[in-house]
Nanobody
Framework: QVQLVESGGGLVQAGGSLRLSCVAS????????MGWFRQAPGKEREFVAV????????RYVDSVKGRFTISRNYAANTGDLQMNSLKPEDTAVYYC?????????????????WGQGTQVTVSS
């Protein structure tokens, strides 16, 4: 099993920036896709971004393209989500997730392990 620990959430004004970090440990298989999802109150968990183990391919939900950047350090099994030009609609609990099959998925069901979530609040 992969254990994930997140950090970096907080309160920020609209237009500001925040960087979320995720540290993975506890698995002999390190070749996982790392995804980020978010969930606002009363809404379903939403795909935000993913990066593959094989090739470092990235993709994003349309609403964050040009503002968010996902990255990872393969040797350290860590990942970051850099969030710029934040909007109030970005307010949510953000989760990192690992898919040990490296399927590059935007579906929650594809992921084996999840972090505890970190709250991001963007004020207007």
């Amino acid at each position: 099993q992969v254990q994930l620990v997140e950090s970096g959430g907080g309160l920020v004004q609209a237009g500001g920036s925040l960087r979320l970090s995720c540290v993975a440990s506890g698995s002999t298989f390190s070749s996982f896709s790392m995804g980020w999802f978010r969930q606002a109150p009363g809404k379903e968990r939403e795909f935000v971004a993913v990066i593959t183990w094989n090739g470092g391919v990235t993709r994003y939900v349309d609403s964050v393209k040009g503002r968010f950047t996902i990255s990872r350090n393969y040797a350290a099994n860590t990942g970051d989500l850099q969030m710029n030009s934040l909007k109030p609609e970005d307010t949510a609990v953000y989760y990192c997730a690992a898919d040990r099959s490296d399927r590059f998925s935007d579906r929650t069901e594809a992921y084996d392990s999840w972090g505890q979530g970190t709250q991001v609040t963007v004020s207007s």
